[in-house]
């Protein structure tokens, strides 16, 4: 599609009025993380720091034991990643591409599992968990995710019924069962949707702090989202290394973004034979 | 069909056995026979460290017991909620909203009588009323503080006005700031919470004879009472003058960073103005100049309480005694106010300019017993009160006391 | 060969039996719990007394914050969702253009949404302070006095929803995904035929995103009514409980005032409100979603015919 200059002079301008909406408060929050508290909190705000103290950060760090909490953190992200991704897939591919008795009624229940607020059923979820001796692992945290999620089966699903029909009769000519057709044939073609999958719930599960504090008790446990919380005590907020853990936290998932960017974009130059 | 009904059952109940087997051990079983105690902290990480050292002592200074630390800072309510809901409440706990716990708490009487007369009467006495639901005690007093006010002697001095004292009235309170927020560019005589915690506010209601309820528990024509309708305009006046601004939190960052001159709050600033060396003063709460009496400070008191279901409630009990005891309230000092007499002699606190005031407040304040106390439906008051509070200070709307505080009455 | 056919009637079940288990473990057992809650009134500290219907009774009839929050509620909702779908639609349709450097552009679109909802919280409750924020700031160099967002009642709820776009990052990139495979050929095509690129998005990208965009909206639905933690961080429900939005309402009910019975009702009546209105949407969506599998046969051959 090719695009005139004087398009592509109103979509840059665009794009950057956008990028400076996003992105200034996360500059503010980057700036203000190496300042001394009560730069931090002067008024009228400064923007630049007067003295960049690169300290900070390193006493963040060592305010609680942060690499421990790197670990659960990473465990729990890879573990339920790599659970919904095969998990959702399945069961999106099983409503998206049969037809069956109950279809309907099942699929409008898993959407109505989304709609019921989580503080009501945090509860009796705790005592379905601590039933199971789970409580203070992390195991309700990971363990779930291998049984899907009604998020992104639905969203799997709906990319599923976007292929035509013939993918299925061409293979089943062939003699292939559906598990085959499943693995061998709509995987590939949805490996980009396969991978905004893993990238969304890379974001949530990494930033979730809730679940955590929910169902965790020994700070040996805990994950980064819930060592940033702890930040906040009743009587006052530590601004300062609540907001160099920020910082740190927001890298690893901008990493993984870039460099799963290349393969979201794959199909582009046209569908798969 | 029913062939993969039944598959699909018998799948599943696999898994449950095999999720339920592999929980295993969980996380709490007792390890190498010591009894494991659960404690729960409201603070933030930055206190944590200290705590930890501390938790880690008692369990080094002795072999049956082993206490986890478990931190859960701003959403405590959440957690303890969750955790007495489904019965795994940690064996300690702070505490300060009994009201609201009491009824999943062990009652400490028998514990502390098998202590000795010594052992309660080291506590100041105003304590316990603030630790206990009617005759039953269910915490321990760990800490803590009345309000006071605090002042920046440098922007005083800047201003030319003559610096607060003990003796000081409200009116005495709005002139000052008024001239300063005139005099100097940037600087705001005084300032106030914003949504201020009804349960805190009481205190100004004492300071002028009069309280949300009386002692059967109603709430007509005392929130209401004349009294009481200039309690609340006092602050709502200080404002229309110019002379003050509301702040969403304590008021602490905008003292520090000398926005205001003069805030009212308990001693949990001192170390954090210390720190950053702020140079300022402490003295009693203003009077009401008609009310014929000094200025009454709300206790905010924390104790240390035990889960009623525990099922080590003996060693908890050794572990609250350690927390509660001289050497930790030692260490506590520049922080909380120590609740023990012995300390506060020992370690020679009301010598110290900072916190001799808030102890000055303590001996005016006692004999008060906050209306959570006194009302049944204390939650629905509180968030009525809460808004009413709003709706007076809120500089958009500032209505009027009287109005607000009739509709509340009247809904009670 | 019949066991084979048995197996292959099975087939769909069998796809689909690792969320009826989790579902049956994990998700089941609570809702059922958190529905027979509703009708007890059940202070967490204490015992649990029956009472029926009381709740929900005493939801409906006495309780007048029910039908504010529930107001606010919906009021947030009808402007958030339309608004947040538009932002995303038209940011993903601003991150495909082949324009150089959109990467980079596409990575800082996407960070917001990668920031702890803590900090976020934070961070705008500093732009949105009425007399040092940024925002204001930034207004009066235009010559507009900025109202005093997080303390004006009348203008708290903006700010939330100014707020709240901050998250669209996620959204964006499920229509981004979506869009960037849809087949170039479809567009060459097109433009051979003589459409320009305005005529292209309505006829060949719209009509394809379709099932997507009843993702977006289905969930964004959801998340409106849902709405909590940034509330909760930002605003606390203030001032004057211009934003206590039913999510809030819930969580206090709950955890402050310790009626978890009661809030447990709360929720389900929010949910049958989500389901109702969910399923008039899917009712509604045979007639403007187009889902490729449902297509009997092929239209045209060009785009079967790919390398």
Not at chain 2, 205 to 218: C, F, I, K, R
Not at chain 3, 47 to 66: I, P, S
Request: glycine share 6%.
């Amino acid at each position: 599609m090719k695009t005139s200059r004087k398009s592509k002079v109103i979509i840059y301008i665009l794009l950057t009025v956008v990028a400076v909406y996003f992105l200034a408060p996360f500059v503010y929050m980057f700036f203000t993380a190496f300042k001394k508290e009560a730069e931090a909190i002067a008024y009228p705000p400064s923007l630049l720091p007067e003295n960049w103290s690169w300290q900070n950060f390193a006493d963040a760090w060592n305010a609680q034991p942060f690499a421990v909490y790197f670990k659960n953190s990473v465990l729990v992200t890879v573990g339920t990643t790599l659970g919904q991704v095969l998990s959702c897939s399945l069961v999106a591919y099983g409503f998206a591409r049969f037809q069956f008795r109950g279809k309907n009624i099942l699929f409008m229940i898993l959407l109505a599992t989304m709609m019921i607020p989580w503080d009501v059923t945090m509860i009796p979820q705790y005592m379905v968990f601590k039933s199971f001796n789970w409580i203070n692992t992390l195991k309700p945290l990971i363990i779930p995710a291998w049984f899907g999620s009604a998020y992104y089966i639905f969203l799997m699903r709906q990319f599923l019924m976007g292929i035509p029909k013939d993918y299925e009769e061409a293979a089943r000519i062939d003699g292939a069962n559906a598990f085959q057709i499943y693995w061998k044939i709509f995987m590939p073609i949805m490996r980009p949707q396969l991978i905004l999958i893993a990238v969304l719930n890379v974001i949530t599960v990494w930033n979730d702090y809730l679940g955590p504090l929910i169902f965790l008790q020994d700070r040996s446990k805990y994950t980064l989202a819930l060592g940033l919380a702890s930040f906040k005590g009743v009587h006052s907020t530590q601004i300062i290394p609540l907001l160099c853990i920020t910082v740190i936290m927001i890298i690893p998932p901008v990493i993984i973004f870039i460099v799963a960017q290349k393969y979201i974009v794959e199909g582009t130059s046209g569908s798969i034979k | 069909m029913k062939r993969k009904i039944g598959l699909l059952l018998v799948l599943t109940l696999t898994m449950v056995t095999v999720l339920s087997a592999c929980g295993g051990s969980g996380g709490n079983s007792d390890s190498g026979g010591k009894t494991k105690v659960r404690f729960a902290s409201w603070d933030n990480a930055e206190d944590l460290d200290s705590q930890q050292e501390l938790v880690d002592k008692f369990n080094v200074s002795q072999d049956e017991i082993e206490v986890t630390l478990e931190a859960y800072g701003d959403d405590y309510d959440t957690k303890i909620s969750a955790g007495m809901g489904s019965g795994d409440a940690p064996d300690v706990m702070y505490m300060w909203n009994y009201p609201s716990y009491y009824e999943a708490l062990e009652p400490l009487d028998s514990y502390i009588e098998n202590e000795g007369a010594e052992y309660k009467d080291n506590f100041y006495e105003a304590l316990w009323a603030y630790n206990q639901i009617d005759e039953d005690i269910y915490g321990i007093p760990v800490g803590f503080t009345t309000h006071a006010l605090f002042y920046n002697k440098d922007i005083f001095a800047e201003a030319g006005v003559t610096e607060p004292t003990d003796d000081w009235t409200w009116d005495d309170l709005q002139a000052a700031a008024k001239t300063i927020s005139e005099k100097i560019e940037g600087v705001t005589g005084f300032s106030y919470q914003l949504q201020a915690d009804p349960y805190d506010f009481e205190m100004y209601l004492w300071s002028n004879n009069t309280a949300y309820v009386d002692e059967a528990g109603n709430v007509a024509d005392n929130l209401n009472s004349a009294e009481s309708v200039e309690a609340f305009s006092v602050f709502q006046n200080i404002q229309k003058e110019g002379a003050a601004i509301t702040t969403e939190g304590g008021g602490t960052d905008e003292f520090r960073s000398g926005k205001t001159a003069m805030y009212i709050y308990g001693a949990w600033s001192v170390s954090t103005l210390d720190g950053d060396g702020v140079n300022y003063g402490i003295v009693d709460i203003p009077a009401f100049a008609d009310s014929g009496r000094e200025a009454v400070s709300i206790l905010s008191s924390s104790g240390l309480a035990m889960s009623k279901d525990s099922k080590n409630k003996e060693a908890a009990w050794e572990f609250i005694k350690y927390w509660t005891g001289e050497e930790m309230n030692k260490e506590r000092i520049g922080y909380e106010l120590s609740a023990l007499k012995s300390v506060v002699e020992s370690e020679g606190v009301m010598e110290d300019e900072k916190s001799a005031p808030f102890y000055s407040m303590l001996e005016q304040s006692t004999g008060y017993t906050p209306a959570s106390f006194l009302v049944d439906d204390w939650g629905s008051l509180a968030d009525d009160l809460e808004l009413a509070l709003e709706r007076i200070n809120n500089p958009t709307t500032l209505e009027d006391p009287q109005t607000v505080l009739d509709e509340v009455a009247g809904a009670h | 060969m019949k066991r084979r056919k048995e197996l292959k009637k099975a087939s769909p079940y069998i796809f689909i039996s690792p969320w009826i288990i989790g579902f049956i473990v994990f998700t089941a057992g609570p809702l059922i719990l958190s529905l027979i809650m509703s009708f007890y009134d059940w202070p967490v500290t204490s015992e649990a007394t029956f009472t029926g219907l009381g709740n929900y009774v005493k939801m409906f009839t006495e309780d007048a914050q029910f039908w504010k929050s529930l107001k606010l509620t919906l009021k947030y909702a009808a402007i958030f969702v339309p608004l947040n779908l538009g932002i995303a639609l038209f940011l993903a349709m601003l991150i495909t253009q082949p324009v150089r450097g959109v990467k980079i552009y596409r990575t800082i679109f996407y960070i917001p949404a990668v920031i702890s909802s803590v900090a976020t919280a934070i961070i705008w409750g500093w732009i949105l302070n009425g007399d040092y924020g940024v925002l204001n700031y930034l207004l009066s160099l235009i010559g507009i006095e900025g109202p005093n967002w997080l303390v004006d009642p009348a203008w708290a709820l903006m700010a939330i929803v100014l707020t709240s776009a901050f998250g669209v990052g996620t959204m964006m990139l499920i229509f981004y995904t979506d869009i960037k495979n849809i087949p170039i050929d479809l567009y060459e095509a097109a433009s051979l035929d003589g459409a320009n690129s305005v005529k292209q998005f309505f006829s060949i990208t719209l009509p394809i995103i379709t099932p997507t965009i009843l993702f977006n909206v289905i969930t964004s639905i959801i998340n409106a009514f849902q709405q909590l933690t940034l509330v909760m961080l930002l605003t606390g429900g203030g001032p004057l409980k211009s934003t206590y939005f039913y999510g809030m309402y819930t969580y206090d009910n709950a955890f402050k005032h310790h009626k978890l019975g009661y809030a447990s009702a709360n929720a389900w009546v929010m949910f049958v409100i989500i389901l109702i209105l969910t399923a008039f949407i899917f009712r509604s969506s045979s007639a403007w979603v187009f889902y490729e599998a449902e297509v009997k046969g092929q239209k045209t051959g060009k785009r079967r015919k790919n390398k």
